[in-house]
């Protein structure tokens, strides 16, 4: 099994960059597919990132592209998301991702295993 915990998310202004962290515990990360997901109030959960082994390059969602940048230390047993230039539409609450067995990068819900609890991301304008 994996427990993951998510931190680093914070209240900034438009224009500013938080960067979170994923530290998963229980399996090395290197074996699995990872992802980002967000949830803002009143909306249900969307993709924002995930990563893969065999394609060699992460795959986003169109809203964060070019922004966002995921990544992950293996030592460390986490998974990072750099987020720069924020606007206030990327409000929400940022939840980790893990599927066992993970080769591709996976975009959906349903096809992650584990969840971690989430961290609050506010951006004013």
């Known amino acids: 099994q994996v427990q993951l915990v998510e931190s680093g998310g914070g209240l900034v202004q438009a224009g500013g960059s938080l960067r979170l962290s994923c530290a998963a515990s229980g399996r090395t990360l290197s074996s699995y597919g990872m992802g980002w997901f967000r949830q803002a109030p009143g909306k249900e959960r969307e993709f924002v990132a995930a990563?893969?082994?065999?394609?060699?390059?992460?795959y986003y969602a169109d809203s964060v592209k070019g922004r966002f940048t995921i990544s992950r230390d293996n030592a460390k047993n986490t998974v990072y998301l750099q987020m720069n230039s924020l606007n206030p539409e990327d409000t929400a609450v940022y939840y980790c991702?893990?599927?066992?067995?993970?080769?591709?990068?996976?975009?959906?819900?349903?096809?992650?295993?584990?969840w971690g609890q989430g961290t609050q991301v506010t951006v004013s304008s």
């Open positions: 990563l893969s082994w065999s394609g060699g390059s992460p």
């Open positions: 991702a893990v599927r066992r067995g993970g080769i591709y990068y996976y975009t959906t819900i349903p096809e992650y295993d584990y």
